[in-house]
C-alpha cells in the first residue's frame, strides 16, 4: 500500500512531468512567460499555461518526421539564448538512457485511451547559468502499425525554475528509494 508521503511525491512528479498532455487548456499571452517557451512560426493549436509552479507551452506543426528543421531552429534559439543542452534527463541525471540529443527519436506505446496508438517521441532538456531547465517534447501519434506517415507534430515545452528542479530532484530520488526497498 502506498503512503500518504509517497502519494504526493507521485502526484508532484506526475503533475509537472505530465500536466502538458493532461487538464484543462487555457490561454494567455506569450509576454507573460519565459524566453525559453519558443513559439515555432506557423503553429496552431497554441496552448500556454501554468501548473505545480512551471511554466508550459503546447503546440502543433506541420513537419514530417524527424523534425529537424523545428527540433534545429528551437535549439538555436534557446543556444542563442544561453541555454545548454543536457546529455541526460534533468531530472535524474544518473540515468543512463540519455536524453534525446544523444539518442534521437524512440518509440512508445500510448495506451491510456480506449485507441492504442504508437508515438514518435523526442525529449531533451537544456539549462540555463541560473540552474532552471526548460524540457521539449515531440511527439508524432502514428497509426497502430507505427509507420511514420504523420506530418503533425506536436511539441510540449515546459519551464521549471531552479529551486523547483532541485526539490523535484530530491522528490524523485525518494520516491525511487522508497519503491526500491518494497
Known amino acids: 500500500m502506498i503512503t500518504l508521503s ?3 511525491i507521485f502526484l508532484l512528479l506526475a503533475a509537472v512531468c ?10 494567455a499571452t506569450a509576454s507573460e512567460y519565459p524566453d525559453a517557451l519558443l513559439l515555432y512560426p506557423g503553429a496552431k493549436e497554441v496552448w500556454r499555461g501554468r501548473r505545480a509552479g512551471t511554466d508550459q507551452l503546447t503546440y502543433h506543426v506541420k513537419e514530417r518526421l524527424p523534425a529537424s528543421g523545428v527540433i534545429d531552429w528551437i535549439s538555436a534559439k ?9 546529455p541526460y ?8 538512457v540519455g536524453a534525446s540529443q544523444l539518442r534521437g527519436w ?3 506505446i500510448d495506451a491510456t485511451g480506449s485507441t492504442r496508438y504508437c508515438v514518435q517521441q523526442w525529449l531533451g532538456d537544456w539549462k540555463d547559468r541560473s540552474g532552471n531547465i526548460v524540457r521539449y517534447a515531440f511527439h508524432y501519434k502514428l497509426s497502430r502499425d507505427c ?17 523547483l528542479v532541485k ?11 522508497e519503491h526500491k526497498a518494497q
Open 6 to 8: 509517497r502519494k504526493a
Open 18 to 27: 505530465t500536466s502538458i498532455f493532461l487538464g484543462p487548456r487555457g490561454l
Open 78 to 86: 534557446l543556444w542563442d539564448q544561453n541555454w545548454r543542452p543536457l
Open 89 to 96: 534527463d534533468a531530472l535524474e541525471p544518473n540515468d543512463a
Open 106 to 108: 524512440h518509440p512508445l
Open 147 to 163: 509507420a511514420p506517415n504523420s506530418d503533425d507534430l506536436e511539441v510540449s515545452a515546459v519551464y521549471v525554475p531552479a529551486p
Open 167 to 177: 526539490q523535484m530532484r530530491e522528490a524523485f530520488k525518494r520516491f525511487k528509494q
